[in-house]
Structure formats: structure tokens, C-alpha cells
Nanobody, 111 residues
Framework: EVQLQASGGGLVQPGGSLRLSCAAS????????MSWLRQTQGKGLERVAD???????AYVDSAKGRFTISRDNARRTVDLQMNSLRPDDTAVYYC?????WGQGTQVTVSS
């Protein structure tokens, strides 16, 4: 069974940083692209960052220069380092592979 376990969310002030981590199990992790997405009330689901199995990355425009996605195939984890956080980054963040989603972790950016 494919499982994704996300962690690392929390409350942070504008300009602060958080690091999200997703632990994967149940499949050949190194062979698959991984993604982080987020969902906000009223804005729907947005793809934030992708990392391919060759470590190529892609970001939504609003995340470029602030967020960094990375993967560790030995540990079977994919992380999202988020810097210079803004209130509009507030959302539930999900890691994703194919049709499988983690449980989500809440990120709140507020003073």
C-alpha cells in the first residue's frame, strides 16, 4: 500500500520559514516524480512544486525564489523548504505521487 506522511506545518510570522517533509512507503520511491500541492479556502488546489526522478524541479510562479523542493531517495522523503513566507501561503499542504495523497499539513502565516 502506497502511503505518504506529511509533517512540519505550523504557525509562522510573515517573513519566516518552515520545512515540510513527506515520508513515502509502499512503492519504488526513486522512480517517481513527487509533488507538493496546497489548498486554501476559496482558492482550490494549487500545485506548488514538483521534483522528478532525475531531480529536475518546477515551481508555481509565486513560489519561485522562496521555496525549494528536494528529495532523499535513501530516506524516501521529499521536503519543501519555504522561506520568506507570506500570509497568502496559508494553506493545507499535501504531498502527492500519482493518484495518492498524504494527509495534509496546515501552514498558517500570520502575525
Amino acid at each position: 500500500e502506497v502511503q505518504l506522511q506529511a509533517s512540519g506545518g505550523g504557525l509562522v510570522q510573515p517573513g519566516g520559514s518552515l520545512r515540510l517533509s513527506c515520508a513515502a512507503s509502499g512503492y519504488a520511491f526513486k522512480n517517481f516524480a513527487m509533488s507538493w500541492l496546497r489548498q486554501t479556502q476559496g482558492k482550490g488546489l494549487e500545485r506548488v512544486a514538483d521534483i522528478m526522478n532525475d531531480d529536475k524541479t518546477a515551481y508555481v510562479d509565486s513560489a519561485k525564489g522562496r521555496f525549494t523542493i528536494s528529495r532523499d531517495n535513501a530516506r524516501r522523503t521529499v521536503d519543501l523548504q519555504m522561506n520568506s513566507l507570506r500570509p497568502d501561503d496559508t494553506a493545507v499542504y499535501y504531498c502527492n505521487v500519482g493518484s495518492v495523497w498524504g494527509q495534509g499539513t496546515q501552514v498558517t502565516v500570520s502575525s
